[in-house]
């Protein structure tokens, strides 16, 4: 992938981790009654603990997504997005395309799906 696409890859990354946070922070906010109005004071409280804490009202599957989304995140800061975790060859950028979190090649994956890392 060129550098252009990794970048526009990351981009998108950081995008759909912060909606998967944004509906976290949803659902935390309606679980919660902190506050007069129904949101809760996160001034005091670190970015990271209330990350971790909104996480917790991530479904499974919300957070399946997000570890795939930061495993890319650190496979860009490696450098080795884009590249077959198993093959080590270079995933076809359509499917990082459509799938910007994938960690195997098209071949690879099914063999994945069928036989276990
Ligand atoms: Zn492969």
Do not use: W
Request: proline fraction near 3%; charged fraction near 30%; aromatic fraction near 6%.
């Amino acid at each position: 992938m060129t550098p252009e696409q990794i970048a526009q890859a990351r981009q998108r990354l950081l995008q759909m981790r912060q909606e998967l946070l944004d509906e976290a922070a949803h659902a935390y906010a309606e679980s919660q009654s902190l506050g007069k109005d129904g949101v809760p004071d996160i001034g005091d409280m670190s970015s990271n603990s209330y990350n971790q804490e909104v996480l917790i009202n991530l479904s499974n599957a919300q957070r399946r997504a997000a570890n795939d989304i930061d495993a890319a995140l650190e496979r860009i800061a490696a450098g080795v997005y884009g590249i077959c975790a198993r093959c080590e060859e270079e995933i076809a950028p359509r499917r990082m395309e459509v799938r910007p979190f994938s960690r195997y090649c098209v071949d690879c994956k099914t063999d994945v799906e069928k036989y276990g890392e």
